[in-house]
């Protein structure tokens, strides 16, 4: 891959009671250079998570970004989201990368919702993509990709992966969401 490809990840973080969730948006080069970087936010339990990503993409406007590294399908306590609607908007791949096995999120989702908020969460779960392994330097993530076949994910996720088992776009971007919550709830402290 040509040192100058670009992949946006977008990875949260969640620290304190506000019921909000950071978002980040890291544009991060194959070559590890990164050069751009959007927020947003979206509701814990909520269900504007895919609106949240969106904004992120809109915000960037960087027609340059190849490939978008989500760092989770359910962000912010179940606020799943739709990597259907995410292509489409971005109209170019999409990968999402988790990093612990699972049985998967149904259960999780019965537990925690009923009626009309479980069907429409069990909606959008059940229209991901498959989810598989991929062995990363004796680490495992779990890749669903939308625009891409398997062997080009596979590829794509190694290039982006310097060392260990966490692409660099969603590393970075998971570094910048920790900080701005850090920053935010500096100002919640300080009144």
């Known amino acids: 891959m040509k040192s100058g490809v670009r992949a946006l ?14 978002l980040a948006g890291a544009v991060v ?5 990164c050069d751009g970087l959007a927020y947003s936010s979206c509701r814990v ?6 609106d949240a990503v969106i904004e992120l993409l809109d915000e960037l406007g960087r027609p340059d970004v190849r490939y978008v590294l989500l760092g989770a399908i359910a962000p912010a306590w179940y ?3 739709d990597l259907s609607r995410i292509h489409e ?4 791949p999409v990968i999402a990368v ?3 096995a699972s049985d998967g999120l149904a259960a999780g989702l019965r537990d925690a919702f009923s009626g ?13 993509p498959e989810r598989r392994e991929l062995s990363l330097d004796g680490d495992t993530v779990y890749v669903r990709a939308i625009g891409l076949e398997s062997t080009e994910t596979d590829d794509i996720i190694r290039a982006f992966t310097p060392e260990g088992g966490r692409p660099e776009p ?4 998971r570094l910048a969401a920790r900080a701005a919550d850090s920053y935010a709830r500096s100002f919640d402290h300080s009144e």
């Open 79 to 81: 606020n799943l989201l």
């Open 116 to 128: 009309s908020e479980l069907e429409t969460r069990l909606e959008t779960y059940r229209a991901l």
């Open 98 to 100: 988790t990093f612990e």
């Open 170 to 173: 969603i590393r970075v971007a």
């Open 9 to 22: 990840g977008i990875a949260e973080s969640y620290r304190g009671d506000r019921g909000r969730s950071t």
């Open 29 to 33: 080069r194959a070559d590890r250079v």
């Open 89 to 92: 908007t971005a109209d170019r």
């Open 45 to 50: 339990g909520g269900t504007d998570a895919t």
